[in-house]
């Protein structure tokens, strides 16, 4: 008999102890387990609020971000430059500067996207102005296509900064 009791008990005390260590060891490695919405495509705008003339329109991009443990619901986690370049053709830009990661802002009088920071300017599909410029590559270019006939979905990603290679952030 004392044999027994003393095995119940080690038994029920061993799964007193694994139930708050296992609960707790989930709970450390959630993060591992949480899916990344980098590189998906979202839905951004739609083709009536796009200027039809070709002009770069600034969007930001609006989703739920996961910080380790955290998550912080609706969040803007970046802005892109949507504009149409034909019929149903849509051509979307990071409006972040390969450079050092400042934002890009369009000027409309000279028709181009600049950089403030250092000065660079880049054409309106992205593409450097001069040879010259601290940018170490054009624009982030990225993959946009048009749904249901009029929805804009953009694969949103960020690249590392300062390289000549266009390398995804995870």
């Known amino acids: 008999r004392g044999f027994l009791a003393r095995a119940t008990a080690l038994v029920a005390g061993g799964l007193a102890y694994a139930v708050p260590a296992l609960t707790g060891l989930a709970a450390l490695l959630n993060p591992l387990r949480q899916k990344s919405e980098a590189g998906e495509f979202m839905r951004l705008a739609t083709l009536d609020t796009l200027p039809a003339d070709g002009t770069p329109q600034a969007v930001s991009v609006v989703a739920d971000r996961n910080d380790a443990w955290n998550r912080f619901p609706n969040e803007p986690i970046g802005a892109v430059f949507l504009r149409r370049t034909g019929a149903g053709q849509i051509e979307a830009l990071n409006v972040v500067c390969p450079h050092a990661g400042c934002s890009v802002q369009y000027e409309a009088g000279e028709n181009k996207l600049f950089c403030p920071c250092h000065a660079a ?14 940018s170490p590559r054009d624009l982030d270019t990225l993959d946009a296509e048009v749904r249901n006939g009029n929805e804009v979905w ?17």
């Open 154 to 170: 953009v694969r949103f990603q960020n690249f590392r900064t300062g390289t000549t290679e266009k390398v995804p952030e995870a």
């Open 121 to 134: 300017s880049f054409d309106l599909s992205g593409k450097r102005l001069d040879a010259t410029s601290p």
